[in-house]
């Protein structure tokens, strides 16, 4: 008898067939008579969900339930905590818990870190900076100062590469590429998920697809994945896929590309043999998945509107070269006429009206945040080019207006397309936001292509941001409303869940999201972001303790 009573204990819930359950201890947390949307892809059904130590302990009818705190959850949706697939970095969060704002507010939990570039490893210069050189040193250090969070992290590619060449436009030698391979083989036994590139941007680009391969195959012998911002997103998107998929082929590992476009007007057919070209490789047996943000305009340095053959010297270099009225005449030349490379210019129509500029900080421009190139010209009564080069010299962050919005609605119906802010935590420090995309992606898919378009359905959409989205990343302990799984979980309003950020108030923070818990715990509730601190580094296959 005394056993049997510690089994029951054991197990904490005695359930019975009516579908009730007697707690034997009292949960944390009970959400009650909420619309739970599990994150399968199931239909939506009415539930009471008990949270204890860190976990979700039963899901039913828990109204007479032993709780040390209840939530209403009555005319909310209860869904699995969202996953932000390309989050960029978890390093804000050492400094300010607050800069999470941005993603709580959103109903983001997890963020998938590391774009080509990532926090770790570091030379000897940078860590003395910071203060941490391995991976293994950064997840130490997240895990003592706290997250507010979960974070998982890619080692890049960029990286690896920058420690070693530089800005060189070379291939390694093999003793380099040997000690490029050492650093992505420490980053994976620390926890890392796997390669990371961004190969439109020096020093990636660069690159050739051989050794790429040959570090994604490190990544792949711990069980790792190659995540890619690919070599080009507009006039050779379909050689760029090809490209990736011969990368996972060769390395032996599964392929996630990043935010997956067909930039400017005359690719946009292209969206439609692209969804095919990776709908053929998953027939065919290979591992291939992608996500989205939902906005046809993009982000990026204003510096990648020119060709990547001006920084073999590095930018600081072009930029004490770009009072050169030859230099500035060549680098237009090459931007009013040249394609097949990832061409911004040429991708926003060759017009700069359609370019919309963010974080100008140096004077004259930086009162002018949140308007077009061609605004801002004609404003300080200046040449567009003229504008054009004075603002590379100092340094924005633009937004091209380049995909369309067909295709987004084509893209997020595809079953292996999950989502992403491309920002991360943006509120204080040095990552402010200037793209609505950081404050409004999440809310924007529920409420204008889910609720409004009815492009696909709230389970479909909620599948996406949870479940299929941990499974890219291989953390198979969360994702989904279902006993024993950890409580990562988000409750909103699907009435009047909206994004409120624009392109002239990229800051402006959506609406809906009620209620955050991150392993069991509340860290967002009715507007404000809580003090606790439950998140985690959720490791990668590769990890040894």
């Not at 890619?228 to 090809?242: P, S, V």
Request: proline letters at 4%; glycine letters at 10%.
């Amino acid at each position: 008898m005394a056993f049997l009573t510690r089994l029951l204990l054991a197990f904490s819930v005695v359930w019975f067939g009516t579908g009730q359950a007697i707690a034997l201890e009292p949960f944390d947390v009970v959400l009650l008579g909420g619309k739970v949307v599990d994150g399968t892809g199931a239909p939506w059904f009415y539930a009471d969900v008990g949270i204890r130590h860190g976990k979700i302990a039963a899901i039913g009818h828990l109204k007479n339930a032993k709780t040390r705190q209840s939530l209403n959850a009555s005319g909310l949706i209860v869904a699995p905590g969202f996953v932000d697939m390309m989050g960029q970095t978890a390093t804000p969060l050492l400094r300010n818990p607050q800069s999470a704002f941005n993603l709580l507010s959103q109903g983001v939990t997890t963020i998938n870190a590391g774009e080509g570039v990532s926090a770790a490893p570091l030379d000897d210069k940078s860590a003395k900076t910071v203060g941490w050189k391995t991976m293994a040193q950064y997840f130490t250090l997240l895990e003592k100062n706290g997250l507010p969070i979960n974070v998982v992290q890619s080692v890049g590619h960029s990286q690896v590469r920058g420690i070693v060449l530089g800005s060189a436009d070379r291939r390694p030698t093999e003793r380099e590429l040997e000690k490029m391979k050492s650093l992505v083989r420490e980053a994976m036994e620390a926890g890392a998920t796997g390669l990371s590139t961004a190969l439109i941007y020096p020093p990636a680009v660069y690159a050739t697809t051989e050794e790429i391969a040959a570090l994604a195959a490190v990544a792949g012998e711990y069980g790792g994945r190659y995540y890619t911002h690919m070599r080009n997103e507009g006039d050779r998107l379909l050689e760029a896929i090809d490209e990736a998929l011969e990368i996972g082929r060769s390395a032996k590992t599964p392929v996630h590309i990043f935010h997956l476009k067909a930039a400017g007007k005359q690719n946009w057919p292209k969206m439609q043999q692209a969804i095919a070209k990776i709908t053929a490789a998953r027939k065919a047996g290979q591992q291939v998945t992608a996500d989205i943000y939902p906005y046809i305009n993009n982000g990026l340095g204003i510096a990648a509107f020119m060709h990547p053959r001006n920084f073999t010297r590095g930018r600081d270099a072009l930029r004490r070269q770009l009072d050169d009225p030859q230099v500035r005449k060549r680098i237009r030349q090459e931007m009013e006429t040249e394609a097949g490379w990832e061409n911004w210019y040429r991708h926003s129509g060759f017009d700069w009206n359609k370019v919309v500029l963010g974080s100008m900080t140096a004077a004259p421009f930086n009162k002018h945040n949140g308007k077009t190139l061609a605004q801002i010209a004609k404003e300080l009564k200046r040449d567009e080019w003229d504008t054009f080069f004075e603002i590379a010299k100092v340094g924005a962050f633009a937004l091209p207006q380049s995909m369309s919005d067909a295709n987004k609605i084509l893209a997020m119906q595809q079953e292996f397309i999950s989502f992403c802010t491309d920002v991360g935590p943006a509120v204080g420090g040095t990552r402010i936001a200037s793209h609505p995309r950081a404050f409004g992606s999440f809310p924007r898919i529920l409420g204008r292509y889910v609720r409004e378009k009815k492009a696909i359905s709230l389970e479909q959409a909620i599948s996406k941001m949870s479940a299929v989205a941990m499974n890219e990343v291989m953390v198979y302990d969360r994702g989904r409303i279902s006993v024993g799984l950890a409580a990562d979980i988000v409750l909103f309003d699907f009435d009047t869940i909206a994004d409120r950020a624009t392109l002239a108030e990229p800051q402006r923070p959506s609406v809906g999201v009620k209620h955050v818990f991150v392993n069991g715990q509340l860290v967002f509730s009715d507007g404000k972001v809580q003090n606790a601190k439950p998140g985690k580094v959720l490791r990668g296959p590769g990890f040894l303790k």
